[in-house]
């Protein structure tokens, strides 16, 4: 996938939790300044913050104020704004190490990775979007890319497609029309229906094939990971560049590597 593109990620708006006794709304609003921070392009300003947290400007100074004393927001090294803090990077950590399809996953990756020789990721279902929790890259990608976090969506990528599939039929189409369907490039398809032929034919196959939907001159696998009902946790992604490979080649390389890799994971879950 390219390093700039990707899903949105879920708003965080203000919480109308007035009938959920148990809702601490205090902590709604530190998460939604910390959600302020989501393709932020550079330093935030407390002005900034407000605005994109949807919270006052005085209830906003409280937050970062605390949130800065306990390390999860800094200033920024030219002191013109706010940065996400280093202590942010133990709670992905703990993700990391803790998820047990992650833990699963990754050495079945890296194994799909020395076979295949092209990038290879895996990323979590959320719903309209999936989430990178590991990045295995190729040769041609940049530093950017093999960042974890990224996420993309589920409608035009193969992953996303894979997961699709795993999801009865009516699910999969709420899923489709409840996401904002950008044209990524000119080979996007933002047609439900046309989309979700194509998911039922990843359904068919066993795995999702894109070709040019998502990062300009790229053809990608994707293989569901599932739970033990079928319910889709994440899927594989096998990328390579159209300038080395045919589609078809493409598919008759990765297909039944990177289903063997998703069976591996799935058996051992």
């Known amino acids: 996938m390219s390093s700039i593109l990707r899903a949105d990620p879920p708003r965080q708006s203000n919480f109308q939790a007035d009938d959920d006794r148990l809702f601490v709304r205090a902590v709604g609003r530190a998460m939604q300044v910390l959600s302020a921070f989501h393709q932020a392009s550079g330093p935030l300003s407390l002005s900034e913050i407000a605005a994109r947290a949807e919270i006052d400007r005085s209830a906003a100074q409280r937050v970062i104020h605390t949130l800065a004393t306990l390390g999860y927001i800094r200033r920024s090294a030219d002191d013109r704004g706010y940065l996400p803090g280093i202590r942010l990077l133990d709670h992905t950590l703990d993700l990391l190490r803790l998820d047990p399809v992650v833990q699963k996953a990754t050495p079945v990756l890296l194994e799909l990775r020395k076979t295949i020789r092209e990038r290879v990721d895996f990323s979590l279902y959320d719903e309209t979007r999936l989430v990178y929790a590991l990045r295995m890259q190729s040769k041609r990608e940049t530093f950017y890319a093999t960042l974890v976090g990224h996420s993309v969506p589920t409608f035009c990528t193969a992953g996303g497609r894979a997961v699709l599939a795993a999801l009865p039929a009516e699910a999969a189409r709420d899923i ?94």
């Open 176 to 269: 489709v029309l409840r996401t904002t369907l950008h044209s990524y490039t000119s080979k996007t398809e933002t047609d439900p229906d046309i989309i979700m032929q194509r998911v039922e034919s990843a359904r068919t196959d066993g795995y999702a094939v894109v070709i040019d939907e998502f990062v300009q001159g790229e053809v990608a696998i994707g293989v569901a990971i599932t739970q033990h009902d079928g319910a889709p946790l994440g899927a594989i992604h096998v990328a390579g560049s159209l300038s080395e490979w045919t589609p078809e080649e493409f598919v008759r390389q990765a297909a039944p590597v990177a289903t063997e890799a998703a069976r591996a994971i799935n058996g051992s879950l």
